[in-house]
Structures are given as C-alpha cells and as structure tokens.
Antibody, heavy 121, light 106 residues
Framework: EVKLVESGGAVVQPGGSLRLSCAASDFPFDAFAMHWVRQAPGKSLEWLSLIIWDGGSSYYADSVQGRFIISRDNSRNILYLQMNSLRPEDTGLYYC??????????????WGRGTTVIVSS | IVLTQFPDFQSVTPKEKVTITCRASQSIGNNLHWYQKRPDQSPKLLIKYASQSISGVPSRFSGSGSGTDFTLSINNLEAEDAATYYCFQSSNLPLAFGGGTKVEIK
C-alpha cells in the first residue's frame, strides 16, 4: 500500500524554524512530483509547494515563497519542508502528498496523515 | 486563479441529491479535481479532470463542467458522505483549492 508518513511537527516560537519530513514507501518515490499542503484550524486546504521528481524544479504559494524550502532525498525516499521565519498564521496540519506526474503537476492521488505545527510564543 | 465554492454549507437528508459548485476566476480547461475530507482523516480523491471517475469511489459521486464552472454531484446521499468537499485546480501555478463545502446529514 502506498504510504506517506509526515513527522517533525512541533510548537515553535514566531520567527523560528522547523523542518518537516515525509517518509514515502511502497511506490517508486523518484518517479513522482510531490506536494506539501496545509490546513489551518477551521480553514480550507492550502496548497504550499511542489517539487518535481529529481528536485530540479520547485514551486511555492505566495504565502510561503522566500520562507519555506521544499527538497527531497530520492536515495532515502524522503520529502522535506524547511520552514523559516515562522508566523502564527503558519499554524496548522501539514500534509505531504503525491502527484501523478513526474515533472509537472496533474493532481494529488495520495495523502499522508499530516503533522501539526503550532507557531506561538 | 481563485476557486470559489458554493454553498459553504449544506444540510441534507439521506437519499437526497447534493450539488456543489466550484467557479474559477479564469478558464482552467478541465484541470479541476474534487476531494472529500472527513474530520480527522486525510483528503480523498473523488473526481479527476472535472468528470473522470476514480476507482473505488462510489458511483453516486459525479462531476461535470469545464472552463470556469464545475459541479460535483452526490446522488442518493448516505450518512458516510458527511464531510467537507474541496475543488482543486492544477491548470496554473500557484495551484489552489476552493474554500470548501461542508455537507451535514440531517
């Protein structure tokens, strides 16, 4: 069964940094683009970032551009999200998700269960 | 591209039909997908490319539309369909979700 397991969520102070990880299993991780999506409490889903299969291109939502960095380690089947300059509005449940495309963006077909980030002093 | 969903909330009785609309701020072809999110669960893909069915998803879920106006229909509503439904566009960057439609079962 295709599986995505996020980790790294924590309580962090405003202005702080955090790195989320997503361990992928039971599918060829290096054959697919990957996403990060979040959901703030009581809010809609928000797309954050996408990285293509080899890490050669990545894209970001305006809300995180310049603060978050998506990366991947295909040798270890892990997706990362480095989150810097965190703000209270970054609080939420962060999902790792798999695209059906290799080098573009089609649609998300698999989601992890999420990891919680709380930005608060 | 901004996706506007309506209604925000719908309360329906079992066996009724639910219709949810998603409107894009500009044409996105058929690059519109629908997800179901139950409380404390991860989102689940229901419909891809506006109208294409997904293996394992009950046939009472269907989608239609193209360009800027899209619809998700749920026929013969069941109790397990209580959830929030989101549209998602993959036509242009930045990718985007709609605001969601919460469906409550009376």
């Amino acid at each position: 069964e295709v599986k995505l397991v996020e980790s790294g969520g924590a309580v962090v102070q405003p202005g702080g940094s955090l790195r989320l990880s997503c361990a992928a299993s039971d599918f060829p991780f290096d054959a697919f683009a990957m996403h990060w999506v979040r959901q703030a409490p009581g809010k809609s889903l928000e797309w954050l970032s996408l990285i293509i299969w080899d890490g050669g291109s990545s894209y970001y939502a305006d809300s995180v551009q310049g603060r978050f960095i998506i990366s991947r380690d295909n040798s270890r089947n892990i997706l990362y999200l480095q989150m810097n300059s965190l703000r209270p509005e970054d609080t939420g449940l962060y999902y790792c998700a798999k695209d059906t495309s290799r080098s573009s963006f089609y649609y998300i077909d698999v989601w992890g269960r999420g990891t919680t980030v709380i930005v608060s002093s | 591209i901004v996706l506007t969903q309506f209604p925000d909330f719908q309360s329906v009785t079992p066996k009724e039909k639910v219709t949810i609309t998603c409107r894009a701020s500009q044409s996105i072809g058929n690059n519109l997908h629908w997800y179901q999110k139950r409380p404390d669960q991860s989102p689940k893909l229901l419909i891809k490319y506006a109208s294409q069915s997904i293996s394992g998803v009950p046939s009472r879920f269907s989608g239609s539309g193209s360009g800027t106006d899209f619809t998700l229909s749920i026929n013969n509503l069941e109790a397990e369909d209580a959830a929030t439904y989101y549209c998602f566009q993959s036509s242009n960057l930045p990718l985007a979700f709609g605001g969601g439609t919460k469906v409550e079962i009376k």
